[in-house]
């Protein structure tokens, strides 16, 4: 069975879309896509240097235009089931069926904004825990006045707060993490601090008529598949000021049973928990085109043969 993931803000570099570009009518979708929202991402996604794509009104919806540009260029596939981290929610809505994809990118559009304007008003980023054991440390950060915002398994965890917190974090790991890492992320996601910017994508998300998942489209609020497109959107408004369950969902993967993930561009982090998490579990990155013969051979042999579909 197999499972197609969107990663979330941070996972962008600078001129990561250039290749996906030079597919085909990529370019004028794109660009059809930047008038319908107001934002560039053909310039961006081409020349937009490190802090200028870090903007968090810029990457949000950087990143779901490139994971829904990559993801059509497998082609027509139906996976078993669909996750994100973080804004890769929306890519993964988007994917299930319960937003077209201008209203996915509108609604992404606002997000960053709105959390880019919440991000504004006090100093505060994420950072890292590699290592040590989950308990410990969600311990040491809330003794440090931190957030666990993603618990993301295979030994990983995200603090969020302040700039002084994360500061002190780096002074003082918790027992057994090996290593502290800055997040290219401008902000406390997931965390209290984005509050003011909840109200807006509730208000944003009003607007929009939801759609029923047409696949099994796995919630990172608790790892639960959600089938009704009201409560997915509901979910997406609530998530923004609430920790990502990452290791929830992949707990729901292995359940499912997850034979193979595939994680749209710009993939990379979320393949790397699964490897560590999902023993036995093939992965592949969508990181340029180069990789989409890989990965369309990789669905080809997860597929389920017509007979077997039949119950022959």
């Not at 988007?94 to 606002?110: P, Q």
């Not at 006045?145 to 295979?154: D, F, H, K, Q, Y």
């Not at 406390?188 to 489209?217: G, N, S």
């Amino acid at each position: 069975m197999l499972v197609l993931v969107a990663p979330g803000q941070g996972a962008q570099t600078p001129g990561f879309l250039t290749p996906w570009l030079e597919l085909p009518g990529a370019t004028d979708r794109v660009a059809a896509w930047s008038d319908a929202i107001g934002l560039d991402l053909v310039h961006y996604g081409t020349q937009g240097d490190a802090d200028a794509i870090r903007d968090t009104s810029v990457a949000q919806p950087l990143l779901v235009a490139a994971g829904l540009l990559s993801a059509a260029a497998l082609g027509d596939i139906a996976p078993g089931a669909v996750a994100g981290h973080s804004v890769g929610e929306i890519t993964a809505a988007a994917f299930a069926g319960v937003l077209d994809e201008i209203s996915a990118l509108n609604l992404v559009r606002k997000r960053g904004l709105a959390m880019a304007d919440a991000a504004a008003i006090t100093e505060t980023g994420m950072s890292a825990l590699l290592g040590g054991d989950p308990e410990v440390s969600v311990a040491h950060l809330e003794k440090l006045g931190l957030t666990p915002a993603n618990i993301n398994g295979a030994g990983q965890i995200v603090a969020a707060g302040t700039l002084e917190q994360l500061a002190a974090l780096a002074e003082d790991k918790p027992e057994g993490v090996r290593k502290v890492v800055p997040l290219k992320v401008a902000g406390a996601f997931h965390t209290r601090h984005m509050a003011p910017a909840v109200e807006t994508l509730a208000k944003a998300a009003a607007e929009l008529a939801p759609a029923d998942p047409k696949l099994t489209y796995v919630s990172n609020k608790d790892g639960r598949a959600v089938a009704s497109g009201t409560e997915v959107l509901e979910r997406l408004v609530g998530q923004v000021a609430n920790p990502v369950r990452w290791d929830l969902c992949m707990e729901t993967f292995k359940e499912l049973g997850a034979t193979a993930l595939i994680e749209v561009c710009p993939g990379g982090t979320l393949t790397g928990l699964a490897k560590r998490a999902l023993p036995g579990v093939r992965t592949l990155a969508l990181k340029t085109p180069e990789d989409l013969d890989a990965a369309r051979a990789l669905i080809a042999e997860t597929a389920t043969p017509a007979a077997d579909a039949a119950g022959a």
